[in-house]
C-alpha cells in the first residue's frame, strides 16, 4: 500500500486510485459513495465524488473550501502520512538502473 501512495501523491496515478478504491470498497463507484459520506462528517457539504481518482465526471462537484477542510483534518488526523504530500519522485530501481514509471508500469533502459 506504500508504494499505491506513492504512485498516488507523485504521479497522480489514477488507475493505482481505482484499484486502490476496488480493494478497500469493493469498487470504484461504491468507494466513491463511501467518499462521499466520510466528506459529508468532515463537514464538506459541497462536495460529491463520482470516482477515486478526481477524473472529470459531470456529478463530481467539490469547492476550494471543501477542499481545505480536507487538507486541515488530514494535517490534523494523520501526521504520520503528511509527508507523502511533499514527495517529489518515486525510488524504484537499484541506484544506477535508469527507470521510467508509466501508470505503474516499470521498464529498464536498454543494456548497453
Known sequence: MDTAIRALAVRSANDVAAVVAEALGG????????????????????????????????????TARDMLTLSVRVMQDFPQYYHYFGLQELPTAAPGIPVTIAWCVTTRAPMA
Do not use: C, V, W, Y
Open 27 to 62: 469498487s470504484e463507484a461504491h468507494f466513491a459513495q463511501m467518499m462521499t459520506t466520510k466528506a459529508r462528517e468532515l463537514g464538506m457539504h459541497a462536495t460529491t465524488f463520482r470516482n477515486a481518482s478526481g477524473l472529470p465526471d459531470d456529478g463530481q462537484i467539490t
